[in-house]
Structure formats: C-alpha cells, structure tokens
C-alpha cells in the first residue's frame, strides 16, 4: 500500500511540473504598427514577435482605453480606436506579460472647425475646415440642414462643396466610416433679394451727372479711429463715356490740396453695379498693369445676392523689369463681397439718403523672384461702401489690414474714410 502511494505521489509530482512548464508565458514584443495615426473606428494592425494565438485572453489598451482585438494571427494583431482614445503608446497585455510600443498612435479627431463663407447662396462654393477627412471625396458626404451637396474636392483637413439648391439655413454635417459630425453654429442660405423691388434695377445708384460733390477724407489710427484733419476733394461726374468696351460713368475726384485728379468708372447692367477692377483690388499698380483684361470690370453692388465673388486671380504668373533686372512674380488675389443687414436711411451731406451697405474683404499673396531671392508677402484689407441712389458710392471706409512677409510695391490703400459732405445739385 505505502509502494502504491509512492508511485502515484512520483506520477502527481511529474503531472504538475508539466504543467508549469506548459503555463510559462513566453515574452513578446511589439515591432511596428500601421497606421501611425487614426480616427476613432479605425483598424490598427500591430506587428510584433512570438505574440501569444489567444485572442480572448490578450488586452489591447491606450492610455489605459481598451481596443477591442479583431485577431492575432502569425505575430499580427489587429484592433479597433475605440470613442474616446487619445494619442499614446500601443500595450499588449497576456496573463501578466506586457509590450509597449516605442512609437506613439496619434488620434485624430474627426470634427468641422468652420466654413468659409458662413453665408451663401444656391450654387456658391464652400470651404469646410475640419480635422479627419479624406482625399477621396466619394467616400464623403456633405448635408446642408438635410440636403445632400456637390463635394467637389477633398483632402484630410478641407472640403469644397457646391450650396445645393433646396437648402435652408441650418447646420452642415459631414459623415464618413458610418459617423457623422455637425457644425457648433448654422450656415445662413440667403434668398435672392426680390427682383420687384423698387430699387432692383442697379443703374439708379449711379451718380446723377449734373451733381457735383464734396467729400471729407479721414486717415484711421490704428483702431480706426478717425485722426487728424481731413482733407477735401471735389467730385464731378461725366457720363456716357466709352471705357473697356461698354458706355460708363466717369467720376473725377480732384484734390483740393494738391490739384490731382483721380479717375474711376463705374456702369450698370441688369441688377450689378460694375467698376473698373484695377482700382478696386487695391492691387499696386506695377501688378494690376499686367493683369489684362482679367478684371476691367468687376462687381461692386450685386442686387440679386447678399454675397458674391468680386474676382479670382489665381495662380499668374508674368515679368517686369525691377532695379534693372527682370524680376518673376507669382500672383494670386481674391474678392469677396456681402451686403451688410438690410437697406436703410442715414442722414449724409445733411439729407436723409436710403444706402445699401455692402462689407468687401480682399486677399493676396505675392512673390517675386530675382536670381534665387524670393520677398513674399501676403495681406488681408477689408473696406465697406456705401451705394446712395442718384449719388453713387457716398462713403468709403478702408479699415486696416493684416500683412505677412517682406513688404512689396506699396499703393495698398491707406486706412481711412472718405465720405460725402456737400451736395451741389
């Protein structure tokens, strides 16, 4: 009996040990993992070496956050970013062995930052900043307050979208990978103003020929603010006069003080007010000089829309002689243009005038290549006119601007107010 408890002792002692040694977890190790960075529902793949073939029991965590565990297979496991992940280093866990990566998963947060323009009208175009999208457009979609839009291109922080024709003022949403994130604010779709309006035909807010006016003209401080004494110019109008092609209104602008007179012209047809573009881009004139015909006329007053583009110059690129070099120069400047709130009356020049108050905001980038020295610089002006029947534009205001760079050419338009102070009828 007692040889018999022996021999089942020896066979007990040599089972246990067995399974100890079957129980040893190997040690692993995590070698790379793809993608690098990712959005919430992503899939992961992580390579590692002599990764344990037990999917129930291994732990996938990030900062602590569980990835869900797809499957581990030939020393690749593969995961889920969970809601809520944040960027940190990738750990693996299996009955208490552990890996950590040496390279960190960034999260990226899918979301909309803005639009630009917040405001719009059917057909306009749409820039929507946000982290988290993708290049392929197809695989986006884009709702303004419920309607599907035209996605004309995408990449990982922006998509352009056309303003579908049935939408109404409300929040934009953008889905893709089966999630969906809304605007923090609406986007305003504006209407058409209407074309029975009685001031709908814009050609009644061209000066009336026979007037002559007065203007003050004020320079801003840096908070514009009005500063100093303003001087005077004296304006009179020709019209009927042939310039770019089309009859025009010919406003002549003489400083008092100095004698100069300055030029502009100004036409209508249908319900846009036009001007000659190379005054209004407030681009120097070295540079609008090469422009061509690319902006003769551009429009100032459009009575069908509350926002519209002036002019797009994108991308040219020409010569001009500098300091007795040939200097190449890359060009791009857009307008863009909004009514401000409804028409209404302002006392002006002491009469009681009905003006429409349009916002204009210009950008440009400029750069100028001699032998291998670029001087770049980039600026952002905003000006706001004022549109008076029978008067034309009876004020201007040119606020500050933002400029990068070196600073190129000059001629931007100095701060400042020039607004109407005496009528002669």
Request: charged share 25%; hydrophobic share 35%.
């Amino acid at each position: 009996m007692t040889k018999l408890r022996l021999i089942l002792l020896l066979f007990a002692i040599i089972f246990l040990a067995s399974c100890n040694e079957d129980d040893e977890i190997q040690e692993f190790t995590i070698i790379s993992f793809t993608p690098k960075s990712a959005l919430e529902g992503d899939k992961i793949t992580v390579i590692g070496k002599d990764f344990p073939n037990d999917k129930r029991n291994t732990l996938v965590t990030v900062n602590g956050l569980e990835f869900a565990v797809e499957s581990i297979n030939n020393d690749t496991l593969v995961c889920f970013v969970p809601k809520n992940a944040q960027s940190g280093q990738i750990r693996v866990v299996y009955k208490g062995n552990d890996a950590i990566s040496t390279e960190t998963l960034s999260i990226e947060k899918f979301e909309i930052i803005d639009f630009i323009p917040n405001v719009g009208f059917e057909g306009d175009v749409v820039s929507i900043s946000g982290n988290g999208f993708t290049t392929e457009k197809n695989d986006l979609n884009v709702k303004f307050n419920g309607v599907d839009a035209v996605i004309l291109q995408s990449n990982i922080n922006t998509i352009l979208v056309k303003i579908p024709p049935t939408a109404t003022t409300g929040r934009v949403t953008v889905s893709y990978n089966n999630t969906t994130i809304t605007s923090a604010y609406d986007f305003k779709i504006v209407e058409k103003i209407d074309k029975e309006d009685p001031k709908g035909n814009a050609e009644v807010y061209l000066p009336v020929v026979t007037n002559s006016l007065l203007f003050q003209n004020w320079e801003y401080d840096e908070e514009d603010k009005r500063t100093g004494f303003p001087e005077l110019d004296s304006t009179w109008f020709q019209g009927n006069m042939n310039h770019n092609g089309f009859p025009s209104t010919k406003v002549n602008i003489k400083n008092i003080s100095t004698n100069e007179i300055e030029e502009r012209f100004y036409r209508a047809s249908g319900n846009q007010y036009y001007a000659d573009g190379k005054l209004e881009t407030q681009l120097p004139e070295l540079f609008s000089d090469q422009l061509g015909n690319d902006i003769d006329w551009v429009v100032l007053l459009d009575l069908d829309r509350t926002s519209w583009q002036v002019y797009n110059i994108d991308g040219i690129s020409f010569q001009i002689p500098l300091q007795g070099q040939t200097a190449n120069v890359e060009l791009s400047s857009t307008g863009n243009a909004k009514i401000i709130g409804q028409p209404r009356m302002e006392t002006i020049a002491g009469k009681e005038l009905e003006i429409i108050e349009v916002e204009y905001t210009f950008v440009t980038d400029i750069t100028i290549r001699i032998g291998f020295f670029p001087l770049s610089q980039g600026s952002e002006t905003k000006s706001r006119y004022w549109f008076a029947k029978g008067y034309g534009i009876v004020k201007e205001i040119f606020y500050n601007g933002e400029e990068t760079g070196t600073p190129i050419g000059g001629d931007f338009s100095t701060p400042g107010e020039r607004v109407l102070f005496k009528i002669n009828e």
